[in-house]
Nanobody, 124 residues
């Protein structure tokens, strides 16, 4: 079992920045593929970023490209998401997720472990 705890959400004005963090604990003997997803009420969960520990590649969703940067400390299993130039459309609940490292991408249904989420609210 893996436990994920997110932190760093909050409220910010448009154009501002936030930094989210996710700490994985429990059975982390295997380096995990970790990702960030977001969800608005009534909408499908959307992939924001995912880091593959095997390839070192970070995958970004279209909404994140050029504005968000994900990085992972694979030793301590901490995933961060630096979000810059935020817009009201980024308002959502942001979730950290993890899975085995063999396949790593932005499909939320492939992830086994999920955090409780942290709210991000961007006002205009």
């Amino acid at each position: 079992q893996v436990q994920l705890v997110e932190s760093g959400g909050g409220s910010v004005q448009a154009g501002g920045s936030l930094r989210l963090s996710c700490v994985a604990s429990g059975d982390t003997r295997t380096r995990l593929c970790m990702g960030w997803f977001r969800q608005l009420p009534g909408k499908e969960r959307e992939g924001v970023a995912a880091f593959s520990p095997g390839s070192g590649i970070t995958y970004y969703g279209d909404s994140a490209k050029g504005r968000f940067t994900a990085s992972q400390d694979t030793v301590q299993n901490i995933l961060t998401l630096q979000m810059n130039n935020l817009t009201p459309e980024d308002t959502a609940m942001y979730y950290c997720a993890a899975r085995d490292p063999w396949t790593c991408g932005l499909a939320h249904y492939e992830y086994e472990y999920w955090g409780q989420g942290t709210q991000v609210t961007v006002s205009s």
